[in-house]
């Protein structure tokens, strides 16, 4: 029995990227940084980013490709099997998007949680792709990576909901007229279907068409408005319809019994990639108490399309990191309640980008680590029975 | 007629840079706190300039409406990272570990900054605070909020209440012990943040014992508020989750609606919620804006 591990996205940028982007001068520790890193994680051609950067004035794009190059190396050397690259080459997942995007405006940074922002843009006019954005990164990537890759794109849904609406939306005489929510949900699905055929769906479309084979459409964002799901599954629908090739979708810190049954209009979504280590305990053990994180797994189970379900095992908000153990357990769980190991990917809960490289890396060694002991237990007992 | 600003405000980018070079160890928390009292001597000069009423000094060290208050207590802490409404913005949730929490020591000058002018805190309601906890509001009012409001030196204490307006089946009967387990102190109002009230106006929220009741209008129908409103009305007409800037004309004209079509005699401006969803830049244009109408109001009216 094998069971398929991948990564979800982000990972933190190093140090000689975020610094040269911010235009702060490079000092040693950075190039010991990239020497460290470059040597652990068997880089190719390290040396010459390290001379690049004791030269100094490194070329940003250059930077960028070599940031590339060490993200995907941490992840295929920790033992993931279908990997990117960390989006290193990203500025975030939604500021990339729009910033490629006609239609938006920036309005400034906002808190997601203690000291981590993001940059929050308005739409201001009807949204339109101004060109394929995912394709640059991919090329590169095709050309350098050893395992399988998996391509995240934010979805059309999770855009709409963290931008502001100075366009869809009445933007005067609101003030005490009881807006009705009928009005405001008319808006987001214009806004939110505007961008997966405008925007969205002319990227996937390139894509494939330089090869992808595996793309997640990430939509964080998805259960931001309970009322609002079925345009969360429309605009995913609009996106992928027709197209030929395996669509994910990553959600995560959500109460996720909201999903339901909405996304069971979600026929083209093949795997669901979802976080919930943040919600379980860290005990041993596979009973249902011992894994209240998991407890809404069976409805995922009980998808009439039966999607596979990316099973996040590692909690990225915390240093704490899981033991093989914790993994294997977690693991476990899942594919008793799901009954068909098949139907069961493992992955941490969303993107490391908060974590250091160090947790990162220990955290997706043991995730791998973990794993391998769920496939022995699943082995030893399918022998047993 | 009033206008002030309760409730987190955002940080300048200033400032997110300072807490980002903290995180990754690229600068010192002293630099960090420099740089929180630039950002607050910024905000209340701000303030000044808008001509509001009461100062607040933006809570801009608390990390959500929860944190303090749970660092500070004993038998609660922070739990699973949550979703804050419908935003972007996550929390970590109350968490209680045992059935009669309580305050350990008071909010110190981190959280409760000094001011230069009279004064406006902002806390959790205690429904907020109890939420999800399995806690009774009234015991976190008693044993957690009440002896935070004693050590609070302030002409108002807002309490936000960003959940009770979306809770199904909840009646402002509920609030009510709680609430009045807080009297006796500052003076106190309950503000329902991003949300709509019709359903607690009719319920009675309006006769909870509090001196002031906050109401967003983003939500809420003007005909909603009961006629002859008889306390303070914090009128939420600064939408704090929208990027369009209000026009002070529009919203001093809605103050005058209050006034003509309710008999609201006591009126003050604020936000409809914290003003931390949008970025600084449109949240001091937003702060400017809300002390224009309140000027553009008390002038029509003279």
């Known amino acids: ?385 | 007629m009033k206008a002030f600003v309760p409730g987190i405000y955002p940080r300048s980018e200033q400032l997110v840079q300072a807490t980002r070079d903290l995180d990754r160890g690229r600068t010192s928390q002293e630099a960090v706190d420099e740089q929180v009292e630039r950002d607050l001597a910024e905000f209340v000069s701000v303030q000044q300039e808008a001509g509001l009423d009461l100062l607040t000094d933006g809570m801009l060290r608390w990390q959500d409406l929860f944190r303090p208050l749970l660092e500070a207590s004993e038998g609660l802490e922070t739990g699973a990272l949550t979703r804050f409404l419908d935003t972007n913005t996550f929390y970590r949730a109350p968490h209680a570990t045992t059935a009669t929490p309580k305050l350990g020591g008071s909010l110190d000058e981190r959280y409760v900054a000094p001011l230069p002018g009279p004064r406006l805190v902002t806390l959790p309601s205690p429904f907020a605070l109890s939420r999800g906890t399995g806690v009774p509001a009234l015991t976190i009012a008693q044993n957690v909020l009440k002896p935070a409001l004693e050590a609070v030196d302030a002409d108002l204490v807002v309490l936000a209440e960003p959940f009770f307006g979306r809770a199904k089946g909840a009646a402002p009967s509920e609030l009510d012990e709680p609430l009045a387990a807080l009297a006796g102190g500052p003076r106190l109002a309950l503000q329902l943040t991003f949300c709509d009230a019709r359903d607690a106006l009719e319920q009675g929220l309006g006769e909870l014992p509090v001196d002031a009741i906050g109401i967003d209008f983003y939500g809420t129908h003007l005909s909603d508020v009961p006629k002859g409103f008889g306390k303070l009305l914090l009128a939420g007409v600064i939408d704090a989750r929208s990027s369009t800037l209000e026009d002070p004309r529009e919203l001093a004209s809605f103050a005058e609606r209050l006034h003509d079509e309710r008999e609201v005699e006591q009126l003050a401006l604020v936000p409809n919620g914290d003003l931390q969803f949008v970025s600084e830049r449109i949240a001091r244009e937003k702060l400017l804006r809300l002390g224009a109408a309140k000027t553009a109001t008390v002038e029509a009216a003279a």
């Not at chain 1, 982000?10 to 460290?36: C, M």
């Not at chain 1, 093949?270 to 379980?280: E, P, S, T």
């Not at chain 1, 095992?313 to 153990?325: G, N």
Request: aromatic share 10%; proline share 5%; net charge negative.
């Open chain 1, 1 to 385: 029995m094998k069971l398929l591990t991948h990564e979800i996205g982000s990972l933190a940028k190093p140090p000689w990227l975020v610094k040269t982007s911010a235009g702060t001068p490079l000092d040693a520790s950075d190039v010991e940084h990239a020497r460290t890193w470059g040597t652990k994680l068997g880089v190719d051609d390290y040396e010459e980013l390290v001379e690049t950067l004791e030269r100094g004035n490194p070329d940003k794009a250059e930077l960028g490709r070599w940031a590339s190059r060490y993200g995907l190396r941490l992840l295929e050397s920790a033992g993931i099997e279908v990997v990117y690259d960390g989006e290193q080459q990203r500025t975030e997942m939604y500021a990339w998007a729009v910033e490629h995007s006609d239609g938006f405006a920036p309005r400034g940074t906002v808190r997601s949680f203690d000291n981590k922002y993001y940059s929050k843009s308005a739409v201001t006019a009807e949204p339109s792709l101004r060109e394929p954005y995912h394709n640059d990164e991919f090329t590169f990537l095709q050309s350098v990576a050893n395992h399988d890759l998996k391509i995240p794109v934010t979805g059309a849904y999770t855009i709409a909901v963290w931008s502001y609406d100075e366009h869809f939306a009445p933007q005067s005489g609101r003030i005490g007229a009881g807006h009705g929510r009928s009005e405001e949900l008319a808006a987001r699905r214009e806004f939110a279907n505007d961008l997966a055929r405008n925007v969205i769906r002319p990227n996937l479309e390139s894509l494939i068409e330089l090869g992808a084979k595996w793309i997640q459409i990430d939509e964080p964002g998805a259960s931001t408005e309970a009322d609002e799901l079925d345009i969360f599954v429309e605009s995913f629908n609009e996106s992928v319809e027709g197209l030929d090739c395996f669509f994910s979708t990553h959600l995560c810190f959500s109460d996720y019994d909201l999903f339901f049954p909405a996304i069971e209009q979600m026929h083209g979504c093949k795997q669901f990639c979802v976080g919930f280590a943040n919600y379980d305990t860290r005990e041993l053990g596979t009973s249902g108490a011992k894994r209240p994180g998991y407890e809404v797994i069976s409805k995922f189970r009980d998808l009439p399309y039966e999607p596979i379900l990316g099973l996040g095992v590692l909690d990225i908000h915390t240093d704490f990191v899981e033991s093989p153990e914790l993994v294997r357990d977690r693991i476990l769980y899942a594919t008793e309640v799901f009954g068909d190991p098949e139907r069961i990917h493992v992955c941490p809960d969303c993107g490391l980008r908060t974590r250091s490289w160090e947790v990162a890396y220990e955290k997706l060694r043991n995730m791998v680590e973990g794993t391998k002991l769920a496939e022995e237990a699943l082995a030893t007992a399918g022998a047993t029975t």
